[in-house]
């Protein structure tokens, strides 16, 4: 298994560029998620799905478009990038674990920069 | 209110010693999980050990063990015999299983930098 897959690793936009992040995952996991991190922020939910077709916004969902038409993928689109989306972007996917929890499973990242 | 309180921002721990890292939380949930990950400075996000709210004992994972203390809200990440590979960011993430939809979402702390020293 590759896991989940996030293409690509860095990424430099210009303001009001458009650009999708692919995340892909081959563990036939429910749930996926996008989540930014920024210096001192941890890391915050920006969208979510749990299932193809269906997908929710999460902590920090502006400027951000998914959609989940198959299990195995789930992009991210930026409509018009600006400054304040440089970050770093990770795709995380989850299974049901014992009782209770739902480990996720993260990718390696992707480093934007907006200039 | 922050829901993960990380009040270390930094660490320093000396090779092969014990070091406890902190994580306080708020829900009024009582279903609830309760996770650490790491991340090297390499990047990547690694799963270490979960605890859930109804768990009865501390969950343990090698090296690594969760002090679980429910009425105080806190669930801090003890790491016995720290290795030179250890040096991290360490996260702790909590999932509140009760709020219908959303239960597969984590919240993250800020995340403490542990540097192990030689």
């Known amino acids: 298994n590759a896991g989940v897959t996030q293409t690509p690793k860095f990424q430099v936009l210009k303001t009001g560029q458009s650009m999708t992040l692919q995340c892909a995952q081959d563990?036939?996991?429910?749930?996926m998620s996008w989540y930014r991190q920024d210096p001192g922020m941890g890391l915050r939910l920006i969208h979510y799905?749990?299932?193809?077709?269906?997908?929710d916004q999460g902590e920090v969902p502006n400027g951000y478009n998914v959609s989940r038409s198959t299990t195995e993928d789930f992009p991210l689109r930026l409509l018009s990038a600006a400054p304040s989306q440089t970050s770093v972007y990770f795709c995380?996917?989850?299974?049901?674990?014992?009782?209770?929890?739902?480990?996720?499973?993260f990718g390696p990242g992707t480093r934007l920069t907006v200039t | 209110a922050q829901k993960i309180t990380q009040t270390q921002p930094g660490m320093f721990v000396q090779e092969k010693e014990a070091v406890t890292l902190d994580c306080t939380y708020d829900?009024?949930?009582?279903?609830?999980?309760l996770f650490w990950y790491k991340q090297p400075s390499s990047g990547e996000m690694i799963f270490l050990i979960y605890?859930?709210?109804?768990?009865?004992q501390n969950a343990t994972e090698g090296r690594y063990s969760l002090n679980f203390q429910k009425a105080r809200k806190s669930a801090n990440l003890v790491i016995s015999a720290s290795q030179l590979g250890d040096s991290a960011m360490y996260f702790c993430?909590?999932?509140?299983?009760?709020?219908?939809?959303?239960?597969?979402?984590?919240?993250f702390g800020k995340g403490t930098l542990l540097t192990v020293n030689p």
């Open positions: 605890q859930g709210s109804y768990d009865q």
């Open positions: 995380a996917s989850s299974y049901y674990l014992r009782g209770h929890s739902y480990e996720q499973y």
């Open positions: 563990m036939n996991h429910e749930y």
């Open positions: 799905s749990v299932g193809a077709g269906i997908t």
């Open positions: 829900t009024s949930d009582p279903s609830y999980g």
């Open positions: 993430a909590m999932r509140e299983l009760n709020s219908g939809g959303s239960n597969y979402k984590l919240t």
